[in-house]
């Protein structure tokens, strides 16, 4: 299984709501990372977790919650967003966090917040 | 209208030539690059990546090329085809803060029939 998955595909959220993306990969890998990517822009960087160890934080505002609850899995938990955190939100995973190997993308969630 | 800052580089050419995409990277103590391909929908696929002890590493139709002296990388895709159509983006690796990778500003390839 060489797969990143992230559900759901899409999400239309309120500026009031609460909402969860969820991303799995059973590669084995022991570092997940999550990105924001705007139209037409490159992937940004906003957490790194490294043996279930939140390791980078890229400044995120923290109407942002990262969770890892296991090394398959990582959780990206939003609170009160704002219209211009609409984007794709891509989540990636590595066999290390600590040394240089491939990243494995998942498709993304399109987010969009009204 | 248009607007300011949504403009990807696009290189386009005929399907069956070969296409080079460039990429200028900041860090010299850069030690490991990566080319991903990004279709529209779809997040970045791996194409092809090198070390900075390598000035060049072959794949199935894909090269990256990599000069260190003047920080340049490019992918050489020959034979291209429609299928290769998408946006490409270059990311680097410090080294200095395990993997983490920032990306290039994208170059957008169409492939004309």
């Known amino acids: 299984d060489t797969e990143v998955t992230q559900t759901p595909k899409h999400l239309v959220m309120g500026m009031t709501n609460k909402k969860s993306l969820k991303c799995e990969q059973h590669m084995g890998h022991r570092a997940m990372y999550w990105y924001k990517q705007k139209a037409k822009k490159p992937p940004e960087l906003m957490f790194v977790?490294?043996?279930?160890?939140?390791?980078i934080n890229e400044s995120v505002p923290s109407r942002f919650s990262p969770e890892c609850p296991n090394s398959s899995l990582l959780n990206l938990h939003l609170h009160a967003l704002q219209p211009e955190d609409s984007a794709l939100y891509l989540c990636?995973?590595?066999?290390?966090?600590?040394?240089?190997?491939?990243?494995?993308f998942g498709p993304g969630t399109r987010l969009t917040v009204t | 209208g248009e607007s300011v800052g949504l403009h990807l580089p696009t290189l386009s050419v005929q399907e069956g030539d070969n296409s080079i995409i460039n990429c200028a990277y900041s860090?010299?103590?850069?030690?490991?690059f990566i080319w991903y391909k990004q279709e529209s929908g779809k997040g970045p696929q791996f194409i092809i990546d090198i070390r900075s002890n390598m000035d060049k590493r072959q794949g199935q139709r894909v090269t990256v090329l990599l000069n260190k002296t003047v920080k340049h990388l490019s992918l050489q895709i020959a034979a291209t085809q429609p299928g290769d159509s998408a946006v490409y983006f270059c990311a680097e690796n410090t080294g200095n803060a395990g993997n983490m990778l920032t990306f290039g500003g994208g170059t957008r390839l169409m492939v004309k029939p």
């Open positions: 990636a995973s590595s066999l290390s966090g600590t040394s240089v190997s491939e990243q494995y």
């Open positions: 977790y490294s043996y279930e160890k939140l390791s």
């Open positions: 860090n010299s103590a850069s030690d490991y």
